[in-house]
T-cell receptor
Framework: RKEVEQDPGPFNVPEGATVAFNCTYS??????FFWYRQDCRKEPKLLMS???SGNEDGRFTAQLNRASQYISLLIRDSKLSDSATYLC?????????????FGTGTRLTVIP | GAVVSQHPSRVICKSGTSVKIECRSL??????MFWYRQFPKQSLMLMAT?????????EQGVEKDKFLINHASLTLSTLTVTSAHPEDSSFYIC???????????FGPGTRLTVT
């Protein structure tokens, strides 16, 4: 079973739409959770960390449900510049190092 | 902010040759560096974790004799793909973790094509 599972999409949405991505993880001992954004042929960049209480950063809202081992990302008022692949990432401390486990990513295309 | 560079950004080599990729943390000391690879339409897969001055820890299925990792200083780690074959063609990305937090900062990646 994969450490992190995501719906690969693609999600094609019009500008201004609200879109939600979901992710599940298999290791109940995971400690930290993130959403990264990856543009085509580029390295991943941290979008936001995800906390149990839920957190918001502008148009982006992330939620974590530890009991269900489920993470979500909501994007409101989509912009063309939001088009990218969104990676769900889970970390756990292994042999003293913080190992990150990446989902395959969900591809979003925002259409004018 | 923390900056990580990789060199080269793109390399094309012939089958059987070796390729060295450098990963540098430019404005912080990286106690731990990670090497990932990403095949098209797949997720980043951790290859190995390296700590300065000690041997790298390889993930299951990654051949340590084929992917040589050297982490000689707190700002530099190198990955050498030895006797490269076409199936090694991939996007190799490094990340560095500082001593003050567990956040990983990613390099821009190196696209390797083996012909």
């Amino acid at each position: 079973r994969k450490e992190v599972e995501q719906d690969p999409g693609p999600f094609n949405v019009p500008e201004g739409a609200t879109v939600a991505f979901n992710c599940t993880y298999s290791n109940s001992a995971s400690q930290s959770f993130f959403w990264y954004r990856q543009d085509c042929r580029k390295e991943p960049k941290l979008l936001m960390s995800v906390y149990s209480s839920g957190n918001e950063d502008g148009r982006f809202t992330a939620q974590l449900n530890r009991a269900s081992q489920y993470i979500s990302l909501l994007i409101r008022d989509s912009k063309l510049s939001d088009s990218a692949t969104y990676l769900c990432v889970v970390s756990s401390i292994k042999t003293g190092a913080n190992n990150l486990f990446f989902g395959t990513g969900t591809r979003l295309t925002v259409i004018p | 902010g923390a900056v990580v560079s990789q060199h080269p950004s793109r390399v094309i080599c012939k089958s059987g040759t070796s390729v060295k990729i450098e990963c540098r943390s430019l404005d912080f000391q990286a106690t731990t560096m990670f090497w990932y690879r990403q095949f098209p339409k797949q997720s980043l897969m951790l290859m190995a974790t390296s700590n300065e001055g000690s041997k790298a820890t390889y993930e299951q299925g990654v051949e340590k004799d084929k992917f040589l990792i050297n982490h000689a200083s707190l700002t530099l780690s190198t990955l050498t793909v030895t006797s490269a074959h076409p199936e090694d063609s991939s996007f190799y990305i490094c990340s560095a973790e500082g001593s003050s937090s567990y956040e990983q900062y990613f390099g821009p990646g190196t696209r390797l094509t083996v012909t």
